[in-house]
Each structure stands twice: as C-alpha cells, then as structure tokens.
C-alpha cells in the first residue's frame, strides 16, 4: 500500500513511524511532514489546502490511502474530496467533522440522541445570550462555537468572567469562530479522554490514554495543545469504557449514520466523569495530540491495517491488541508557549536522548536551518517511553530529556501525577 499522510505534528510523527513499521506499507509520503517524519517518510511540499494538488499527487504515486492527521483539512472537506476522486482517505467527511468544527452541532446530536450531556443553549447575539447567563448562574462555560485553536472556552466561575466571555465572542476574538456561542452547563467530576476507531457503523475502542492541558506543572496556568500524556489512564475502567461506549459512542455513531453522515476515522471524546457517569464535553474527530503518540508506543497490530478497515468500512471484524508495558510522552516546548515564543535555537543531544531504553522522540515542531536542527513550532518534542509500569516509562522520559541540549525549550516535571 501507498500511503500519504498529511499533517506535520508529533501525532503525525507518531503515526508515520507506525504506519512505516507495517508490511503492508509500499512507501509513506508525509505533506508537509517535518524532519523527524523525513527518517520515515519521504516528505512531500504540498499544500494540503489545496484539494486538487493532493488529488493529484495522489494519483501520481497511485496512493491507496492518504490518512489526515489534523482537524482542519477534514473540516475543510479534503476527506470529501479526495472520496470524489476515487481515493481512499482516513478521516471524516466535512459533515461528519462538524462533531469538532461546531460545538452547536454536537450539542443538538447529543439532544436528538440522548447522548448525555451539560445542558445548553445556542445564541448568535449577546444580550439573549446574557440574560440566558443571568438566569442560570455561575459557574457556566461559555464556548465559541468553531475551531478556536483551543481557545474558545471561558469556564466562568463568576457571572462578571462568563458576561466578559460572551463580549470577547462577538466582538470577534475568535473570528468567524465565535460568531454562534454555546452556553452550558458547568460540569463537576474528573476529566477524561476516549479515543475510538470508526468505519460509519463501528467502533473499535483503543486503550485509554490521558493528556495534561495546563502548561504548569500541577495542572496551573494557560491551557495547552497538551504537554504530555499516559497510556494506560486508571481514570478510564473498563466499567467506564463500556457505558461510553454503550451511553455516548454508539448513539453517536447511529445518529451520524440516521442523518446521512456517517461518522469515518477517529473520534475523541473529551468526557467529565460525573456523580451521574461519563457526560460529554467535546467531540474532536482526529487522534488527540500527544495522546496519539503513547497510543501508537503501545499498539501491537498494524495501524495500516486498521486505518484502512475505518476507510473501507470493515472494522466489524478488526480489533487492536495492546502491549502490557506503559507509555508516557514529555512534551518538551519553546519557552513562553502557551503564550508568544521564539523560532530557531538550536537543539542538540537528540541522538544520545533516543539511546536511553525504551525511549522513543517525536518531532512536533522542529525545522532544519544549515543542516541544523532548530525550534520551530511552540510544542516542538515529544520524547516518549515505554515501561513495565507508568513510573518506569516516566522515569525513562525524564532521562532522556535531560539529555537533550536546548536551553531555550521547557517540559513540566510531572508528567503522568494523577495516574502515580
Ligand atoms: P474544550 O475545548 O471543549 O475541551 O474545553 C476546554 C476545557 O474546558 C475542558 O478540557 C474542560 O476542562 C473545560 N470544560 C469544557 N466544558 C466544560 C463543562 N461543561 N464543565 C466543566 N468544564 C468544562
Ligand atoms: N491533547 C489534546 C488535543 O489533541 O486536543
């Protein structure tokens, strides 16, 4: 199989290491890809908002399947277009990735379905939306309705936060983003992540895995992309997975398909365990970065094999098979991210890092400069380990970051707390 993947991440990064370990692979290309996906893939400069481009590139290399990594070309239709084409995609259509690209859309799938939820309501202008604010109370979330980089959502502990957050959306913080807002109802319990494969009939539930979204160790300060994640991730028992499953995953999946939208790739729900059980925040409708990495540690099957059983609507008869060893990724980043930071220092000692057993280093934002290796993104490393256990593997992480050069980079030290 010929395989394109596009994205230039350390998701990607992950997934093409992967995707290269199958016997099934002919060759990977990667687009735009970054130089740790260059040691697996052959890196293509294509643009991937440009449909017809890929399309056709597609068509040179008589590629098989082109996996999307990130959410934007699926909400963009690349999925879409490329099925028009004649070529096999990993990813949601544009209609099916409105899961992530509205949160409106979620919310009213969840009503229809009786998937469960935080009650809400939708409002395209400010002063319906702060009565509506006014006469629920605080705490409330108050959410733009599109992709927001992360940050669209204001978890108003007050009513004066909440009435600023609702300013901020109409007043075009967000862009186009926040021209709808979602209000609702503020969600108490411990957060989770679930990752499933879908083929628009089907899921296959992968192992549980679980991010840090502040940027301070503690889980203080901004949010984040997410500086590190573990796999597995206690919070998610198996009682858990399978009221997910069975309360929030398979409705989901029928109502998508009752709507002539089936739901094809990879669906991460972002839960809160309630008194009540597992509720729904957040679709996204692409592997969660840096989760995908520790996930991809420990898958034992092949990824091509599944990814294409979710294109070609066979993953009825496919499941995953796990190793028993745990996973955990440091995310190490340029100083000042979340926040502005600067591109280009230099970064060294990744060749003696990746020595350290078990230890494995994605790239996520990295550039060559002079045959050189530099920062060029705000998460730019994802150095990851497997271990007997999470104590092992994050021991093992933290090794190998100490050996890497890079005065201008940071990580948070504690990595995988909640689950020691
Ligand atoms: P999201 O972008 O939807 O994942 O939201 C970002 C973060 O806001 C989540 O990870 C939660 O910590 C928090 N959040 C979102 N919705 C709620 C809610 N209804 N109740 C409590 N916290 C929430
Ligand atoms: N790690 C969170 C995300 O990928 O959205």
């Given at each position: 199989m010929n395989v394109l993947l596009i994205g230039a991440g350390g998701r990607e990064h992950a997934l093409a290491w992967k995707i290269a370990a199958s016997p099934l692979l002919g060759t990977l290309y990667a687009a735009p890809g970054n130089p740790g996906i260059a040691e697996d893939a052959t890196l293509v400069a294509l643009d991937p908002a440009d449909h017809a481009a890929v399309i056709a590139f597609a068509r040179e290399k008589a590629i098989d399947l082109v996996v999307i990594g990130p959410e934007a070309p699926l909400v963009a239709g690349l999925a879409d277009d490329l099925q028009a084409a004649g070529i096999s995609a990993f990813g949601p259509s544009a209609a099916a990735a409105?899961?992530?690209?509205?949160?409106g859309f979620t919310k009213d799938l969840c009503a229809e379905f009786a998937i469960p939820t935080g009650a809400y309501e939708r409002f395209n202008n400010a002063p319906k939306a702060k009565a509506y604010v006014r006469r629920m109370g605080a705490p409330i979330v108050v959410k733009a309705d599109g992709l927001a980089a992360g940050k669209g959502v204001t978890v108003a502990m007050s009513l004066a936060e909440a009435m600023a957050a609702i300013d901020d959306c109409f007043e075009g913080s967000f862009g186009a983003a926040g021209a709808e807002v979602v209000i609702e109802a503020y969600l108490d319990g411990e957060e989770a992540s679930f990752f499933c494969l879908c083929d628009g009939e089907h899921a296959l539930a992968l192992t549980t895995a679980q991010d840090h979204k502040r940027v301070g160790d503690?889980?203080?300060?901004?949010?984040?992309?997410?500086?590190?994640?573990?796999s597995p991730a206690p919070v998610m028992t198996e009682e858990l997975v399978a009221r997910t499953m069975?309360?929030?995953?398979?409705?989901?999946?029928?109502?998508?398909?009752?709507?002539?939208?089936?739901?094809?790739?990879?669906?991460?729900?972002?839960?809160m365990i309630t008194q009540r059980g597992p509720e729904l925040i957040e679709y996204n409708v692409r592997f969660g970065d840096p989760e995908c990495q520790v996930l991809m540690m420990r898958l034992k099957d092949d990824i091509l094999l599944l990814l294409?059983?979710?294109?070609?609507?066979?993953?009825?008869?496919?499941?995953?098979?796990?190793?028993?060893?745990?996973?955990?990724?440091?995310?190490?980043?340029?100083?000042?991210?979340?926040?502005?930071?600067?591109?280009?220092?230099?970064?060294?000692?990744?060749?003696?890092?990746?020595?350290?057993?078990?230890?494995?280093?994605?790239?996520?934002?990295?550039?060559?400069?002079?045959?050189?290796?530099?920062?060029?993104g705000g998460r730019v490393l994802n150095v990851t380990a497997l271990g007997p256990d999470i104590a092992a593997a994050r021991q093992r992480a933290y090794e190998a970051v100490a050996k890497i050069d890079w005065p201008d980079g940071f990580c948070r030290t504690d990595i995988g707390w909640r689950a020691l």
């Open positions: 409105q899961l992530e690209g509205s949160k503690g889980d203080t300060g901004p949010n984040t992309g997410g500086m590190g994640a573990y069975r309360e929030i995953i398979a409705p989901t999946l029928a109502g998508m398909k009752a709507r002539g939208t089936p739901f094809k790739g990879v669906l991460y729900a972002g839960l294409k059983a979710c294109a070609d609507g066979t993953l009825g008869s496919m499941s995953a098979r796990w190793h028993d060893e745990a996973a955990m990724t440091v995310v190490m980043a340029a100083k000042g991210y979340p926040g502005s930071y600067d591109k280009g220092s230099r970064i060294a000692g990744l060749e003696e890092a990746a020595r350290v057993d078990g230890v494995k280093i994605f790239h996520a934002g990295t550039a060559l400069k002079d045959g050189a290796l530099v920062a060029a």
